[in-house]
């Protein structure tokens, strides 16, 4: 049993040495992606300018691209800007002709008909009245007045930005719900010829999100065009033009106008910061302060140069991003941890219920082979790689951790060392299931966040439920044939069915099934509870003093828990160390959880797990200082 329980670690290692090839490729390519680019809008500019006596939009942009601005955003006009500014109207052309439509120069008389004309929106035949030929629709003038002009009209502004002030131009283009292949293109064609790069789409949808998403990706991969992704945007189309586009985008953050009411200045470059350094966002798309008052411009100066500041604390320049490289995993990465991961499995088997030597060899080639064919079966594989990961690692650690705190002694001299150094291997176990998840899931795909981690609820309740069955079971901590595993269960949740129920116990259980409930709901990117405001508080002074904040339910909860369990199970206490094992699960579910996220930096996420290590610790001592107090710990033994 020996030499399995030694080739099955020397199979997890092989795994652990195939995900650290892969991370370490990860980390370069995050290191070396470190620019992040600050942009302001046109439109806004103009405005701050116009508020301000002397002020012209090219000294403010001056003061702005001092504070770190390296780009500015353009929109697209539509032909009902023009009808506004009364530079365009739409005259009669009779019930069979529709509607001519006049401009006030050559210029944008002639960007109208290219825009009509690349449609297929033109009246045919065309209107020539006694002014010469004019642009002519028989769309309705409503419908015609949200036809986008392309951005020639704009190209002296454009020129202006890049060569006089050296900003970098993105292009708020429009979606048009009748545009045509062609005329997708030759807007696509128009911002490149005008040495654009990147394209944000303005309002709330990209071009072609009705049917058409296949040929709006083609034209921006055609022309060399970078799509800018508006995380929490909720764009239509846009998370499955980031499919198409096959991870070659940029995210970009953005805190709109009405949302900037909720934020003091302080909170609202906290939030950007941390959106480029923990989520991989590389353009902050940033609105004005204010556009009124006389220290207006002042006041956005300082605003952007404290995001300024923010950036480079955290390692990243301003700058303008490139694309991600995308460093997947190769076949023998993938299948060497695949293989780890069911040598884990196996060895959390044997934690569990001391298995034979012939049944532990058919559980490592059943695995192993089983899981070595998965790898090859692309995302989907990688994805349940990964949940296995998630599901195995922190069990294993938590189980194995019981079963050396349950090996006796007192809490004096070197004994005391372990329960820190019991508390450390689990938590570092967990670490190299994470380090697996954080592997089998690298690639553009995830890392951009088009694409993620599958069963983040099952991955949250599934180890608490296995720990919590060994611990009702009273195997926590002692390896048990599987016949009399499940013969102690019967009998255990016999003897509490048929027990009376006292108040304290009652009280405790139902407390940790609302927290459990909790855990999982709160779980996943999509929470189905919200955050109180007491707590907001809470992270946001955790992220000013840790620089990256450990997850609270590890620090508050878990982490405390495992402490405490493992102090109390060296002292020989079981049922209330129990108790705190299964809640110290919570913690280290909670921690492979954090390398889940694949599209956190890998930097970001051990910082967190560390502190969560840490300071979950300190909670220990306080617990532990707590239980000491209550007298909860007794020395006598209760099986």
């Not at 195995?392 to 189980?399: E, H, I, K, M």
């Amino acid at each position: 049993m020996y030499r399995a329980r030694t080739l099955l670690l020397l199979f997890v290692l092989a795994g652990l040495a195939g995900a650290c090839s892969v991370v370490m490729r990860r980390a370069a390519v995050e290191s070396a992606s470190n620019k992040v680019e600050l942009a302001v809008d046109a439109d806004e500019v103009r405005l701050l300018a116009s508020a301000i006596s002397g002020a012209t939009p090219e000294s403010v942009l001056a003061a702005l691209k001092d504070a770190g601005v390296k780009g500015i955003a353009v929109t697209e006009p539509l032909l009902e800007d023009m009808l506004r500014a009364g530079r365009a109207r739409f005259e009669s052309a009779g019930q069979a002709q529709g509607y001519v439509i006049r401009a006030d120069t050559a210029e944008l008389e002639a960007a109208i008909s290219r825009a009509l004309s690349a449609n297929g929106l033109s009246a045919r035949p065309a209107y020539a009245g006694s002014g010469g030929t004019a642009p002519s629709t028989r769309l309705e003038p409503m419908l015609a007045a949200k036809v986008p002009l392309g951005f020639a009209l704009t190209g002296e502004q454009i020129a202006y930005f890049q060569r006089e002030l050296g900003l970098d131009v993105i292009a708020r283009a429009y979606n048009f719900p009748a545009y045509s292949k062609g005329g997708f293109g030759d807007v696509c064609a128009e911002i490149r010829q005008l040495g654009i790069e990147r394209v944000i789409f303005a309002a709330d949808e990209v071009a072609g999100w009705r049917g058409a998403l296949d040929e709006a990706a083609e034209a921006l991969q055609h022309n060399g065009l970078v799509f800018g992704s508006i995380e929490f945007g909720k764009q239509k189309g846009s998370d499955r033009l980031e499919r198409k586009l096959d991870g070659k985008f940029v995210r970009v953050h953005s805190i709109s106008n009405a949302e900037m009411a909720n934020y003091q200045p302080s909170e609202a470059v906290e939030r950007f910061v941390r959106a480029a350094r923990e989520r991989n966002i590389r353009i902050l798309y940033i609105h004005m302060l204010t556009t009124s008052g006389a220290d207006a411009l002042q006041d956005n100066v300082g605003y952007i140069s404290d995001i300024t500041a923010g950036l480079r604390r955290s390692g990243l320049e301003p700058g303008i991003p490139g694309t991600m490289p995308d460093p997947r995993p190769r076949d023998w990465e993938r299948v060497l941890i695949a293989v780890g991961a069911a040598a884990a499995a196996c060895l959390l088997l044997e934690e569990l219920f001391a298995l034979s030597a012939v049944s532990l060899a058919a559980w490592i080639a059943a695995g192993a082979i089983g899981l070595a064919a998965v790898s090859f079966a692309g995302t989907t594989g990688s994805k349940l790689i990964a949940l296995a990961a998630a599901l195995v690692f922190p069990t294993w650690a938590l189980v194995r951790c019981a079963r050396l705190s349950y090996g006796g002694g007192r809490d004096t001299g070197i004994e005391m060392l372990r329960v820190p150094s019991h508390y450390l291997s689990a938590i570092t176990l967990t670490a190299v299931g994470g380090l697996y998840i954080a592997a089998i899931l690298t690639g553009r795909a995830f890392m951009l966040h088009t694409d993620g981690f599958s069963g983040v609820k099952v991955a949250h309740l599934l180890p608490v439920l296995a720990v919590l069955a060994a611990a009702v079971s009273g195997t926590l901590g002692m390896p048990t044939a599987y016949g009399l595993w499940m013969a102690a269960a019967r009998k255990s949740l016999r003897t509490i069915w048929d027990s009376p129920v006292l108040f304290r116990y009652a009280i405790v259980g139902l407390g940790a099934l609302v927290m459990l409930m909790m855990v999982v709901l709160r779980s996943g990117n999509e929470a189905g509870v919200g955050v109180s405001p007491l707590e907001l508080k809470f992270r946001a002074v955790l992220d000013q003093v840790l620089y990256v904040r450990p997850r609270t339910k590890e620090i508050l909860l878990g982490y405390p828990a495992l402490w405490a369990a493992i102090w109390l199970a060296r002292r020989g206490e079981r049922n209330w160390s129990r108790v705190l094992f299964v809640a110290g699960a919570v913690g280290l579910v909670s921690a492979v959880n954090t390398f889940c996220h694949i599209h956190t930096p890998l930097a970001v996420s051990f910082v967190r797990v560390v502190n969560g290590a840490w300071v979950g610790a300190l909670g220990g001592a306080v617990l532990v200082w707590i239980i000491r107090k209550a007298a909860f710990a007794g020395p006598e033994q209760t099986h």
